[in-house]
């Protein structure tokens, strides 16, 4: 139980020292804290296939928006901030910790996806000073259709992740 407190404790910190900090050095606290769940909670090699996986597809899902223009960060950009790609990094760090327990049923991560993201994405866009030019409502549905899918298919490629990972180790034991 400690470790899954600490997983959820160390993901609200990363996810204010993301909105508040923007892309400034202060971002090096997120590779802190990551450093401190691969140590502590997890570890590279259970995860780290996981992490990276996770922070691509999720900075090329929140680019495609940008470019969309659900997002404005008041500035000409095609990818997303730094701080953004590593609320991703963040979130896969959950995924088999204190988020595990959605995983099944498979609705679960579906109504956490349509109900917290939204509202996540919304405090840090108004913190961060981030424009939704298409509109607060219009904006938070998008959102929660899109959750609706993501955390499932997140929770997907952890299951996936989690199988090879204990594979490799019952592979390695019969060796």
Known sequence: ?????ANALLFQLGWLVCVFAGDSPWLLIVAAIIGVHLLWVSSWA???KLLLSVFLAGSALDSFLLNLGVFDFGEERQLIPLWLALLWLLLASTLNH????TAQPWWRASLLGAVAAPLSYYGG???AGVELPLGTWPTLAIFALIWAVVMPVLHG???LYRAQYEQSLRSRRSA
């Open 46 to 48: 259970a995860e780290g």
């Open 157 to 159: 490629f952890a299951k």
């Open 125 to 127: 866009a108004k913190i």
């Open 1 to 5: 139980m400690p470790k899954l407190i």
């Open 98 to 101: 204190c988020l595990a327990w």
